[in-house]
């Protein structure tokens, strides 16, 4: 089993849900023969989210760099970030360090074309609805992305924020963004919705929300579980 390393806390929230479905996905999947051989490289999320908002994404870069180059040392063969947004520098970590990563929208746009969408609505913090990076390779795969409307935008960005990154989950939440989803495919087609934010299945899934759901947490999961060759 080639071993895992996970560049996590941005935000804990999702660092959890790594850590413990790849535990007992391949407990499972090993008839409980075995456990992951893993490794966390956490980050610092205050000092993370601040160069995002700042747009200081050389420094970004440059710290998350560090944290691949600390999990290579440790022996991860397979290394990843567990946050959507911070693929806002994807390809200048990879560039830096000469690594190869395992890309979160590059495998939801590929699970999104395996099920035969050709529209789909993003949902996320401002940054992955707002810019190009979670969309790039489903555009590529021929399929057309929605995001809300600005006010929504806003909204939801505020509850992930807010509410979710501190693992807060309200009903009123769930209410606001399945009204934001069923305007998604209202007024502009979206037959599935992506949750681009790690945290958002803590609050969304297929049993409660209004579309189907593409879980990144849950896509991504299986293609490292699958890379790892259990």
């Given at each position: 089993m080639k071993k895992i390393g996970l560049i996590?806390?941005?935000?804990?929230?999702?660092?959890?849900?790594?850590?413990?479905?790849?535990?007992?996905?391949?407990d499972m999947l090993t008839n409980s023969k075995a456990m992951p051989n893993l490794t966390i490289e956490s980050v610092d999320f205050r000092r993370a989210w601040e160069y995002v908002t700042a747009q200081q994404y050389d420094r970004l870069a440059d710290y998350l760099s560090e944290k691949v180059i600390n999990l290579s040392k440790a022996g991860a063969e397979i290394i990843t970030l567990t946050a959507g947004t911070m693929h806002i520098v994807f390809d200048e970590i990879e560039a830096k360090t000469k690594t190869k990563l395992v890309?979160?929208?590059?495998?939801?746009?590929?699970?999104?074309?395996?099920?035969g969408y050709r529209k789909v609505g993003l949902l996320g913090t401002i940054f992955t609805m707002e810019q190009g990076y979670m969309k790039a390779d489903l555009i590529k795969a021929g399929i057309d992305v929605v995001i809300p409307d600005?006010?929504?935008?806003?909204?939801?960005?505020?509850?992930?924020?807010?509410?979710?990154?501190?693992?807060?989950?309200?009903?009123?939440?769930?209410?606001?963004?399945?009204?934001?989803?069923?305007?998604?495919?209202?007024?502009?087609?979206?037959?599935?919705?992506?949750?681009?934010?790690?945290?958002?299945?803590?609050?969304?899934?297929?049993?409660?929300?209004?579309?189907?759901?593409?879980?990144?947490?849950?896509?991504?999961?299986?293609?490292?579980?699958e890379l790892a060759e259990i």
């Open positions: 996590g806390g941005t935000g804990p929230e999702s660092t959890v849900m790594y850590y413990k479905e790849l535990n007992s996905r391949i890309s979160i929208p590059k495998a939801v746009a590929d699970e999104a074309a395996k099920s600005k006010d929504d935008r806003q909204l939801v960005a505020k509850r992930i924020f807010e509410e979710l990154e501190s693992g807060i989950v309200k009903e009123s939440t769930l209410n606001e963004f399945n009204a934001i989803i069923g305007k998604m495919h209202k007024e502009r087609g979206a037959e599935a919705v992506i949750l681009g934010c790690t945290e958002l299945p803590l609050l969304l899934n297929n049993d409660n929300c209004v579309l189907p759901c593409l879980d990144s947490v849950d896509i991504h999961i299986n293609k490292l579980i």
